[in-house]
């Protein structure tokens, strides 16, 4: 580990990142002739290309979830007290921007960046001081930190001891000799102070196998390029994966004995990572990041002021809380089906409202979930994911056919679309006093050609299939046109029938129903969701070349009613999983 400890007093924001591959922009659908094997065990053989990322470093989630974890295992006890001070200092690393092909305009998971700036380097090491200091505040805390052998004076085998146990937390594997050497420095042999203590908890805190997710690995059979994890580079690697955060004892253990190679250990681990509480973060961080509007919906309060809003809303007049219970809405949904063993098919069609609150309840027109029952049933106008408010709100009093096309065109069927005009861009859809609003992006969209050719087969009739709900996802039959100062004016006929070119045999839709049950019959959402949790799993984007086999047994395992779960799961059982590639 001499390169990783030399590297540890390098600034990180020297280190090279490898760039993602980019997508080759071909329709998924193309890739259906693909008859990759089925069999998704770990000893299966290998249907894509291993992990080619050089130096991935953690998330900021992940930077914040691994110190709090780290603190909780050295400090049990004082863990909560110093993560008040340090982790208001660790909240100042960047969100991580979430990234796509250039040619996907919206959503992209945040694992994949990989981008650099100097905040990078200099949180992390701020935090690493601070937290050295706060945990050698006191000679309790330097006791509790290095152990009983602390309680008088620390000698040199003390804090040897000390370095290789905590120091094995921190970087996620056993220390040899030269490590331990490494972090010792030139400590005196007795009386050891506090201070040095604390300096080797920075150094520690700020090496690169602390803040990236290092891997070597040993060479594959038959390959000079392949290279299989050890059993710790495999340990943080699914709990990375499953909890976005450092393996726990268990997995540990699981590691430093060797058992974490043997296939049932293996098989049991995962199971256990997933079905423990913890997987819900990550459930929620790809469910958030794949349904990309969850992010851009806009606050659904800062219009009250406006008189056409106001008089829009009327008796659902938004909370600034109703944004985050809508979108907290749809995860609770996406993780109660996927934790129970439902589809993606149960995701698009399932109509049970996971409104926890009166407010949104109250647009759904149910009783509020109290979170561990059985969740309320909805009408049976609505149906699924696409029904549910937040996809359905705009912040305005006016809908928005076209994102919701865009949407489930890009996001749920993985269909490209063309950008488009640029004069096209600036055009703004409002509201009419004598338009509905499908009437009004008809005469915008539908009769100059050169947009006519994606809004009238493409966009427009994925988003106007839900146009029986308003803004703020209430059902309607008509919808209420106003004037500038709120007053109603009249009311314009709802029209949800259209063609959504979803398969080669759907014809004319009747509307957001009939629609999902269509996508859900499709098996094209289950081949869509298998690429974007290629990539969430993966950290890239998928390769043209060898990739489309594995993410076509993902979506095999997914389009035969194959539980979330079990399609989620059967991703960590992949030899691709336990494999990287190392570049030449």
């Known amino acids: 580990m001499r390169v990783a400890r030399i590297l540890g007093l390098v600034t990180i924001g020297a280190f090279a990142l490898a760039a993602c591959a980019d997508e080759s922009g071909t329709d998924p659908r193309r890739n259906q002739g693909v008859d990759p094997a089925e069999n998704t065990a770990t000893d299966a053989p290998p249907l894509g290309e291993e992990s080619t990322m050089s130096l991935p470093r953690l998330t900021r989630d992940e930077y914040i979830a691994t110190l709090g974890d780290l603190l909780h295992a050295a400090m049990p006890t004082e863990a909560n007290e110093i993560l008040q001070t340090v982790l208001p200092l660790a909240e100042a690393m960047p969100p991580d921007q979430l990234v796509s092909p250039p040619a996907e305009k919206h959503g992209g998971f945040g694992r994949l960046d990989q981008s650099q700036q100097q905040q990078y380097a200099d949180v992390p090491f701020q935090v690493a001081v601070q937290l050295g200091k706060e945990a050698t505040k006191t000679p309790a805390r330097i006791?509790?930190?290095?152990?009983?052998?602390?309680?008088?004076?620390?000698?040199?085998?003390?804090?040897?001891?000390?370095?290789?146990?905590?120091?094995?937390?921190?970087?996620?594997?056993?220390?040899?000799d030269e490590d331990v050497a490494f972090y010792v420095g030139d400590a005196p042999a007795t009386n050891i102070p506090g201070d040095t203590v604390a300096k080797a908890v920075t150094r520690l805190l700020s090496a690169p196998r602390f803040l990236y997710h290092v891997e070597s690995g040993t060479t594959a059979a038959g390959a000079n390029d392949i290279f299989a994890l050890d059993a710790w580079e495999l340990a943080s690697r699914l709990s990375y994966h499953f909890w976005g955060t450092m393996p726990d004892a268990a997995l540990r253990e699981a590691a430093s004995s060797g058992a974490l190679l043997e296939p049932a250990r293996y098989e049991a681990e995962v199971e256990r990572l997933f079905s423990d509480t913890r997987s819900t973060t990550t459930l929620t961080s790809f469910f958030t990041q794949w349904f990309w509007p969850l992010i851009e919906l806009p606050a659904l309060d800062s219009r009250l002021r406006d008189p056409v809003f106001k008089a829009f809303a009327g008796a659902n007049t938004p909370s600034s809380e109703l944004r985050g219970r809508m979108v907290q809405e749809v995860i609770d949904a996406a993780t109660f089906i996927a934790k129970s063993g439902g589809s993606i098919r149960d995701l698009l069609t399932n109509r049970q409202s996971f409104a926890r609150d009166p407010e949104l309840a109250a647009i759904y027109g149910v009783a509020p979930w109290n979170g561990t029952g059985i969740p309320p049933e909805l009408g049976p106008e609505r149906a699924g994911l696409l029904t549910r408010a937040a996809f359905l709100s705009t912040g305005s009093a006016n809908t928005r056919p076209i994102m919701k096309g865009v949407f489930i065109r890009t996001t749920l069927l993985c269909d490209p679309i063309p950008p488009p005009p640029q004069e096209g861009m600036a055009v703004a859809i409002n509201l009419s006093p004598t338009l509905s609003t499908r009437q009004v992006i008809e005469e915008l969209t539908e009769k100059e050609p050169r947009c006519a050719g994606c809004h009238q087969t493409q966009i427009n009739p994925l988003?106007?299939?839900?146009?029986?709900?308003?803004?703020?996802?209430?059902?309607?039959?008509?919808?209420?046109?106003?004037?500038?100062?709120?007053?109603?004016?009249?009311?314009?006929?709802?029209?949800?029938?259209?063609?959504?070119?979803?398969?080669?045999?759907?014809?004319?839709?009747?509307?957001?129903?009939?629609?999902?049950q269509w996508l859900a019959e499709s098996g094209r959402v289950e081949a869509c969701f298998a690429q974007r949790y290629f990539r969430f799993t993966y950290r890239r984007i998928e390769s043209t070349t060898g990739d489309h086999a594995l993410i076509e047994v993902l979506a095999k395992s997914a389009r035969e009613g194959g539980a979330i779960a079990k399609v989620l799961k059967a991703s960590a059982l992949r030899p691709e999983f336990k494999r990287r590639r190392i570049l030449q």
């Open 143 to 176: 006791a509790s930190l290095v152990g009983v052998c602390a309680s008088t004076s620390i000698d040199r085998a003390c804090f040897e001891a000390f370095v290789r146990k905590f120091g094995e937390l921190a970087l996620r594997r056993p220390l040899d």
């Open 463 to 516: 988003g106007f299939a839900s146009e029986n709900f308003d803004a703020l996802g209430r059902l309607r039959t008509t919808q209420t046109l106003f004037d500038a100062t709120g007053k109603v004016v009249g009311q314009a006929p709802i029209n949800t029938k259209s063609v959504p070119l979803i398969g080669a045999d759907t014809g004319e839709s009747s509307g957001i129903v009939q629609m999902s």
